[in-house]
């Protein structure tokens, strides 16, 4: 596997990018968390490669610019006070002097309690909240999976296999040859009837790996509200172009 580095210029800054060649039937741009990379077949010579790029400057600036305005968004430490969403619900953030690195959620004053040795330090305290956060999305995403797949099994597909991890352009995907879904972290912070959206869309792509009409019309058998569920989703996006594919 060859990989060479080659740079655009666009709106006057400097976009560096990677070219890799592999065993691919066609060239294919593609840029996460704010890296461009061109992976192509060997045949292809750099002229062309380069040429596609170029062709492409103005779209690579926006969505790199877009991404690193993403980063911002998603990486921004948390403080005491802040409010928090956890399955639709708006909570208030505490954070509170402990010996013991844990949280506790008060359903009843609607507070999520970080207890922590350390309440000055906020990435260490937002660590603390995220994987308090990955286990809730473990649990739920498990049980919802559960009973979404009663509706969809007797279809004839097989028990996924599930994956849970932040995606900063989809709340979910399918891997129709492993078997797996592939649901966004950050879904744990949505009501519980926009994961079940989410997860069923998900499923009926082991039967249509597409979206034709065949598959929108097992959607709304499923679900007939499915289209008032994706209206409030994209409301949710806090994102900006999440999308579930």
Not at 88 to 110: A, H, M, P, T
Not at 121 to 137: C, G, V
């Amino acid at each position: 596997m060859e990989e060479i580095t080659r740079f655009i210029k666009e709106n006057n800054e400097i976009i560096k990018y990677t070219i890799t060649r592999k065993k691919v039937k066609r060239l294919n741009l593609r840029i996460r968390d704010g890296i461009v990379k061109v992976t192509t077949p060997y045949h292809l010579n750099e002229k062309e490669i380069i040429k596609f790029v170029e062709s492409k400057s103005k779209w690579i600036y926006e969505n790199v610019k877009k991404q690193e305005k993403l980063n911002k968004k998603i990486n921004i430490a948390i403080s005491d006070g802040d409010v928090i969403f956890h399955l639709g619900e708006k909570y208030k953030l505490e954070i509170i002097k402990n010996s013991k690195n844990f949280v506790k959620l008060d359903s009843i004053n609607k507070k999520i309690l970080i207890h922590t040795k350390d309440t000055e330090n906020k990435e260490f305290n937002k660590n603390i909240l995220e994987n308090f956060q990955r286990m809730e999305a473990k649990t739920y995403f498990n049980i919802i999976l559960k009973e979404t797949y009663k509706k969809i099994m007797h279809l004839g597909i097989s028990y996924p296999k599930m994956t849970i991890r932040k995606m900063k352009t989809r709340w979910g995907s399918c891997s129709y040859y492993k078997n797996r879904i592939t649901i966004n972290f950050h879904l744990i912070k949505q009501p519980i009837e926009l994961i079940e959206l989410v997860i069923l869309h998900e499923l009926i792509h082991f039967i249509h790996p597409n979206h034709s009409k065949e598959f929108y019309k097992i959607h709304k058998e499923l679900m007939p509200d499915y289209k008032e569920r994706e209206s409030e989703l994209k409301k949710k996006d806090v994102f900006g172009g999440l999308s579930y594919v």
